[in-house]
């Protein structure tokens, strides 16, 4: 069973922390409101980053879908939502 690493972040604050190829990450709001804002890079071979513009080119979606792919700067495939609990549509 793979290791499990909690970490909780207070509200109006931000924390890194590394993810690995494979690695699930789930997010919680506990007090029920917004999630929070998401951000992730690629440091290895070559500096990308999380881009809004590139991820709904993409997926042609405003919003995205369960299954859907959010993509990098340079258009990689960074990030896949796999579940949504609460929220705007599927």
């Known amino acids: ?26 997010i919680i709001d506990v007090a029920g409101q917004q999630v929070a804002d998401l951000w992730a890079f690629v440091t290895e071979p070559e500096l990308d980053w999380l881009s809004t513009s590139q991820t709904r080119e993409f997926s042609e979606r405003l919003f995205p879908a369960i299954g859907g792919v959010f993509c990098s700067d340079r258009g990689k495939k960074l990030l896949y939502l796999c579940r949504r609990r609460f929220g705007r549509g599927t």
């Open 1 to 26: 069973m793979p290791e499990t690493t909690r970490t909780i972040i207070p509200r109006q604050s931000g924390r890194t922390f590394p993810v690995a190829k494979g690695d699930l990450v789930r």
